[in-house]
Every structure is written in C-alpha cells, then in structure tokens.
C-alpha cells in the first residue's frame, strides 16, 4: 500500500527540531510544504481571521503560485509519491486526511499539557514585548493576552474559550475521544513519542525506517529552567487539556513499557552480543 507522511508539529512540542530531524530522515524523499491550517484566534476575532488567510495565501502563492489551500492539496496529490512528506507550518492531521487524495500516517511529538502550556505562554509574552508598536498591533490574539497577564491569567482566557483553544494537541492530531487511543494509533500514526523521550522517539523511527540518525536540539524555549506548576494551575490545565492528558499518558505508558536499547540493540540482546 502507497503511504504518505505528515510530519504534525503541535506547537510548543519541539516543532521544529522535529521539522529538522525528519528533513535528515527522508532526505531521499521529496517533501511537499502546507502553511499553518488551524486558524484557532480566528474564532474569537475577524481581524485574526484575516491576519491567518493573508498569511495562509502569501505563503500558498509562494510555494504553489495559488492562493487556494484546495489547489494545492491537489498539486501535492498530483505529485507526490509513496514516502514523500509533508511538512511546514502547524498542520492538523483532519485537514490533511480529508483534502489529500492519498493514504496518510502522521509522525508526531507529545509534550506534557502543563509545560507545553507554560512554555507557549512565555515564549508568546517574550516575543511580543519585543516587538516595535506596528508589529504588536498586528499580532496572534494569544501573544497579546500573554505579554498582558500574568499565566495564570492567561490559564483563565484559555479556559474561557476552550472549545477554541482546548486539547490542542488532540486537534491537531485528529482524536475527539470518541475512538479507543490503540485504534486510533494503528488507523492513522506512523510514528509518535515524547519530547522528554525525544533519543527514544528518533531511535524508534528510524528503527522502523532502516537508518540512525540522531534528534537535533533546536528548541530554545527548553532550555528554560521548569518551573513547577501551582495545583490550582494543575487544575486549569486539567479542564483545558483532558484530551491532550489522556494522550501524553497513553503515549508515555507505551515509551515505558519498551524495553532501553543499547547501540541499536535491546538491552537484553545487548547484554548477549557483549
């Protein structure tokens, strides 16, 4: 069966340190380029709505010469060939899979909900107060909420509206709940794991693909030192992200439960060729 890859850079999740890997891992294939899909600000304001069609079209026309999303799933349906991958901007696995006329898996990276969160908090406040007055009046909606509150204000405008902004990671995965995580998995992922476990994601994907490669380290936000969240936080986070919970958990249960490999090797079969 011919399958294409979408690679599904969740934000916050070590996106594009996952862009850069997989640009070495098919690095014989060809990749095909989507602009963001999710328009989640949109929902709360026109003037965001239109800040995501002007940027979705200008990058549509620069890769595709259209400024419609539906041609261009079409060029790429046209083109593209069993192993290709599509990457770029912040893709949700639905709109790929309903628009592409092609069998898709996705490869993703989960990050626990609470940290994700709070990373995607500063990194929006620290980047938009550093903007000059144009730049910040033409901004996402999260970054100015961001530079404005402090997190715990910014956990309350998430909770507000989370049928916009919750379980993000399982929007953009595709899951809604109403589907075991196991069928899910085996329907539509090639390959998942966790930005805390990112050695083992790289050495399970590329176990699956016949090379070794090893994960970049490009995500800066990282290397902030973690802060603990309050239990009231906790809490927050709970009501905004209960899919996105369940999903960090499966998905870490399934990491634990694999055996350490040692050089390419389970441990056991490690211990045997010493």
Not at 245 to 267: D, F, I, M, S
Request: charged share 25%; with cysteine; net charge positive.
């Amino acid at each position: 069966m011919d399958v294409f890859y979408v690679c599904i850079r969740i934000p916050k999740c070590g996106s594009t340190s996952l862009s850069f890997f997989l640009d070495s891992v098919f690095a014989q294939a060809r990749k095909f380029y989507l602009p963001h899909t999710l328009d989640l600000d949109g929902a709360c304001s026109r003037f965001q709505s239109l800040r995501f069609i002007r940027t979705q079209s200008r990058n549509l026309f620069k890769h595709y010469g259209t400024l419609c999303l539906h041609r261009a799933f079409e060029i790429i349906s046209e083109n593209a060939r069993s192993g290709d991958l599509i990457d770029g901007g912040h893709l949700d696995f639905p709109s790929v899979r309903l628009n592409l006329r092609k069998q898709v898996k996705l490869i993703t990276l989960f990050r626990e909900p609470g940290v994700r969160v709070h990373s995607e908090y500063h990194y929006f406040r620290e980047t938009h107060l550093k903007r000059n007055a144009l730049t910040r009046f033409d901004a996402g909606l999260r970054p100015k909420i961001a530079a404005k509150y402090s997190f715990d204000g910014y956990l309350d405008f998430l909770l507000e509206r989370r049928a916009v902004y919750g379980d993000l990671a399982a929007r953009y995965v595709g899951w809604d709940g109403a589907q075991s995580l196991s069928a899910y998995f085996d329907d539509n992922v090639f390959h998942a794991g966790l930005l805390e476990e990112q050695g083992a994601f790289a050495q399970g994907l590329c176990a699956k693909l016949g090379m070794e490669i090893s994960f970049p380290h490009r995500n800066v936000t990282a290397a902030r030192p973690k802060e603990l969240l309050t239990n009231h936080q906790r809490q927050k986070v709970a009501e905004i992200f209960p899919r996105d919970l369940a999903l960090y958990e499966w998905q870490r249960e399934r990491v634990q439960a694999k055996p350490p490999r040692t050089n390419g090797l389970p441990a056991s079969e490690a211990k045997r060729a010493a």
